[in-house]
């Protein structure tokens, strides 16, 4: 079996894919993670998380790596990681009440080979005041996840209901849809 590298710094998808049980390597991709004017946020998830996967691969042509990316879309524009509570807290403002899909995309690159699937997550987000958001923030502080809220945390207290395929790809790594890319690039997960 080809080595498997995961093309990411994002401790959320480290602890996704160990959970396949496959032994993987960790790099961090150097990509400027900036969304091209006028690109739409699903686009954006599926540019990124290739171009996560082929920078990596570039230097390892015979591993088979894995690169993911995730933008939230209110309404076609993209709500990016927050980084401070002030930023997380304008998008939670932003999100109170309302529907977002969070596009989580996944790329495998081995070589000239490279598939890319994306998976959305339909979020609709409970409509509570400031000074609720105001708790959570200063409890969970999410300021490194798209849309302030860490749903595999206390976030999830700040929903009304979620809808997807593959339950994971909220977290940040759609384990469904990569059990099937690497059962397309010969990977049986249940066999390693």
Do not use: N, W
């Amino acid at each position: 079996m080809s080595r498997i590298v995961l093309a990411s710094t994002s401790p959320y998808r480290r602890q996704l894919l160990a959970r396949l049980r496959l032994q993987f390597a960790v790099v961090a991709p150097d990509i400027d993670e900036t969304p091209l004017r006028g690109e739409a946020p699903q686009a954006t998830a599926r540019r990124l998380a290739l171009a996560k996967a082929r920078a990596v691969a570039a230097g390892d042509r015979g591993s088979l790596v894995i690169g993911s990316d995730q933008v939230a879309d209110l309404d076609g524009r993209a709500l990016s990681k927050p980084g401070s509570h002030a930023a997380a807290l304008d998008q939670l403002r932003a999100l109170r009440g309302r529907s977002v899909v969070f596009h989580t995309a996944v790329a495998l690159v081995q070589g000239d080979r490279a598939d890319v699937a994306e998976v959305p997550t339909s979020v609709r987000f409970r409509a509570l005041d400031d000074a609720t958001l105001e708790r959570y923030l200063h409890a969970d502080t999410p300021y490194d996840c798209a849309g302030a809220a860490r749903v595999e945390s206390l976030g999830i207290a700040l929903l009304e209901h979620v809808r997807a395929d593959d339950p994971t790809a909220l977290i940040g790594l759609p384990l469904i849809c990569v059990t099937r890319l690497l059962g397309s690039f010969g990977v049986d997960v249940l066999a390693a």
